[in-house]
């Protein structure tokens, strides 16, 4: 059913989802102002429009599934709902002819090679400033001068290891640099996730247009980071240093951490002992050779740099100094990112390299200087102002175009005042370039983040790049704080074949076998058990009140269902809501409203959307060490409970069902937490999380549901084998009604029943006994021997005579019996933390002063 | 003169220190005033590293590390230092106040690089109105730079009273400024933040001075502190102390330590511990002739 109209015809155009024209003022990267594709473009619009529009949507929608389920996200400052926002990815990818990006790759590596040898002087000799091709008070004034680290040797000459450029297309067609990135440049890691997304949303389209591949430039990063280690060591120890959840792209560091094979660590896994760098691992102090940092130089460090920075290691700087380990970005790299620098870099680069700088920055003015603050002042209503150098409390850019006249005369008299504080820049009409919007292609204002990495052969430039999309057709900036979304940069191979390159080792290689696993960092592992445990407590809670809800449901009429006040004193027990709220002193069954509070509250601390949000947030702190699926399913869990958490009424079916759904994905988690994960300490200590959590929940509800003896007490027996999800192997064990006795033994001293005290007790002894300061010691620790006691104590247990039935209508036997048990749990998770988890004592910044 | 200068710092814990990792600028170091002859250094426990180093200033740094448990921990620095001062220049001969920014921004050599560095902001010298506006009624047009500098001193030492505990470390300057009282670490802080306000060099200088004990008392052991001025730098003549703390230009009854841009660059001993709990610190400083 294709159209009548002759492909290509203007009005076949105008209504094509699939074009545009571009403006005649700007420039448009896919099409001209008749809406016909650039010759480069030409192919990937085709097999676009090849899909259709539905087609188009519907793998749109997949991308964004793709992306939320990965958990691909991006922290916005300041904004409530900011933290974990889900990557806004657009699927129309920016592409560029290889010709044009081999010119901008050069041009970008010679670019870091300049900012390299500006580095080294200002931290050295200082050339630069004597000669007066850099005005000192863009370094002696600069907070990103860092001065303890001037006369420390890096090793092979070089500071500037990751490099990112911020990049426009200007109206004459060049490309401008708008900014550099050499502290510890953001984004090449959602350049990464973008990348699989796509080729993995249009894999045919994505294999037809012959993209440049990522990923040797990340193999190259790798080899790089090895090269630096102080130490010849076939495999150094690499971490990623991240200030820690928080930080707006805290996704990528653990993203990258996991891509390149580093340990991520925040401030507080590591330290310095004898001028030497430390990652805190179960098994004790492991030494680190090279770090690469994603935190501000300036608070790497406590003792050397700032004082009021908890997020660092203190003593780092003397271990830089040293010369005991290597960190990428050198520390105090920084300083030439203000955009002051820029007017300067053509002088510098024919000064330093002896070559013109092959890509042009954008005009940028340093009001610092006469000439340029009266060009400034004469032509301001032109010029984006921009604070000389960046800190929180900096003023944002003023774009003086749109201000009043008397909003001009009091910006003249800011800059009067103190010029030196201010860059202006020239406006750049930034390119547009096609995304997808409302079922059609619209177009948007595009920046590109490209990144460059410093090899043994010299700077290379990743093909490929991060591009950054104006959120609005009006809008300029392009910033990912301020709600830009992102698009893949396609750059094409021309003549050379595609070779994929994968981070796995080539069979040449040969890996040295490891297994110990004993660096597992410390804050990792208590995260790890924090996780069992909030999933199984979250789990249990989840049981109990699917038996609770499936009770209602029936056609019974509460006061038919006799189980019901010890179901509900179950829950009580265990903290996990008032049952006030799910049922009405009349004993009326529960309304919806009311229901849902239950459920969904953040409140009580047990409350089951609490303890899954605790779970969450661990989980996320340690994603790099959970598998993708494991991850996924978490979120999952918290999102189902999210989700259902806004909904205004919940009806008892509704309930049932998503109790149910989470009980399936509570399942999946187990199963891949056994199935998955490689038994190693990590493993381990979630694995004792849950299992420390089973046994106290399940002591509990014993305790709650058998010592109060009621004359018939089927009903509530048969409800705790299904809380216990025992009922199957009961069955078919014995045959007649179901008595405490035997439901005693099955829950409590049955060995072989994963859902029995025993088999935790037992579980637990195992893991401990493997964990790494058992193995090493002679004598038991402590956790073993609160877990040898408990275990005698069940073992020893005769179920008979705690079965019976005392004055007052309790079982006491049982009740003393489980009360010792219950602290077992507490314990033994106290002793844990102890022995392997604490390293949480503060930190102090003494200043000598009385 | 002669000086020998015993400096002893003590932290007690409330709570063991498990790690500490430490930073100490307490040996006096060279300069045209005064020849260092020997510093001994003793910490106590015994630290695992103790390394000298030389800071981007020129100051001598010691840093160590303490990495087994201890409650306590104390620095005895013990210096002998030839004091022979330098007489500062005729204040009359030394070039109008308004040449200086421009000279010191264009002198590209190694000390005009150096001095120009001591113009800007710093950590613990934020610019406040108030203190530019107080600095001006000495700094009129056309006077010689240290005549209105010395008169500045003068007048801080006037108008403001030496009180302890009244003032942190973390106390802004303008705070400083309306209450009128602080120790020399305000006093040098605030007239340093009111020459740069002006565009003159300044850095901060820490040190030690000798007192006087009371006519026909002995001088007490101990009872003197370590201390802290200013130095002014006058294009052509190089750097000149000023004591706005005790209204004095420092000649040679000062012992120089270490000078940065400010506290922060030279703070005597410096750490970042692991634990500890509440802690206790005494310090004291003993300047005799020796």
Known sequence: MTSAIPAGSPTDRANDPFSYPATATGRDEAFDTNGVAHEHTAPLLRSLAALGVDEMQRRWDQARRLIRDNGVTYNVYGDPRGMDRPWELDPVPMVLPSAEWAAIARGLAQRAELLNRILLDLYGPQNLLARGLLPPELVLGSPGYLRPLRGVQVPSNTMLHLYGADLARAPDGGFRVLGDRTQAPSGGGYALENRIVLSRTMPRVFRDCRVQRLASHYRSLRDTLRGLAPRARESPRIVLLTPGPHNETYFEHAYLARYLGFALVEGADLTVRDRRVYVKTLGGLERVDVILRRLDDAFCDPLSLRSDSSLGVAGLVHAVRAGHVAVANALGSGVVETPAILGFLPGLCRELLGEDLRLPSVHTWWCGEPSALSHVLDQLPKLVLKPTFWSPSAPEPVFAGRLSSAELDALRVRIRAKPEAYVAQEQVALSTAPAWTRGRLEPRHVAIRAYVASTSHGFQVMPGGLTRVAATEESLVVSMQRGAGSKDLWVLAENEEVNPVTLLRTPAQRVEILRSGGDLPSRVADNLFWLGRYMERAEGTVRLMRSLIARLTDDSVPGEVPELPTLLRALEVNGDFDPGTLITPTGTRAGGVDLSRALFADHPPHALRATVTAGHRAASVVRDRLSSDTWHVVSRIHRLLDDASRRPAFHLSDAFDLLGELLLLFSALSGLSRENMTHGPGWRFSDMGRRVERLHHTVRLLRGILVPADEDDVPALEALLEIADSIITYRTRYLGAIEVAPVLDLLLTDESNPRSVAYQLLALDEHIAELPRARRSATRPEEARIVLRALARVQLADVHALSAVGTGATRETLDAQLAELEHVGPALAESLTRSYLTHAEPTQSLDGLT | ?290
């Open chain 2, 1 to 290: 003169m002669l000086y020998r200068v015993t400096h002893v710092t003590t932290y007690a814990y409330e709570d063991s220190v498990s790690i500490s990792h430490n930073e100490t600028r307490v040996a006096p170091r060279r300069t045209p005033g005064q020849i260092p002859r020997r510093t001994q250094l003793l910490v106590e426990p015994m630290p695992v590293v103790l390394a000298q180093d030389v800071d981007y200033f020129g100051n001598i740094m010691h840093f160590f590390s303490l990495e087994e448990s201890h409650d306590r921990l104390s620095v005895t620095a013990v210096s002998e230092v030839d004091v022979t001062g330098v007489e500062p220049p005729a204040a009359q001969l030394t070039p109008a106040w308004e040449s200086v920014p421009d000279a010191v921004r264009r002198d590209r050599s190694y000390y005009g690089l150096e001095a120009f560095g001591f113009t800007f902001d710093s950590p613990f010298v934020r610019p406040e109105a108030e203190l530019e506006a107080y600095a001006r009624q000495s700094f009129e047009p056309g006077r010689p730079v240290l005549d209105a500098a010395f008169e500045l001193t003068r007048r801080i030492f006037q108008d403001f009273k030496y009180e302890s505990g009244v003032t942190t470390i973390a106390t802004p300057l303008g705070e400083v400024m309306r209450a009128r009282r602080g120790v020399c670490q305000d006093f040098a802080h605030l007239e340093i933040a009111m020459l740069r306000s002006l565009g003159l060099p300044a850095r901060y200088v820490s040190g030690y001075v000798r007192t006087h004990p009371p006519a026909g008392r002995a001088r007490l052991v101990g009872a003197d502190a370590s201390h802290a001025w200013l130095s002014l730098y006058v294009p052509g003549f190089g750097y000149v102390d000023l004591d706005p703390t005790n209204g004095t230009i420092p000649r040679e009854e000062h012992v120089t330590v270490a000078w940065g841009r400010d506290f922060g660059d030279v703070s005597p001993v410096k750490g970042v511990i692991l634990g500890g709990g509440e802690h206790s610190l005494t310090v004291s400083v003993d300047v005799a002739a020796a």
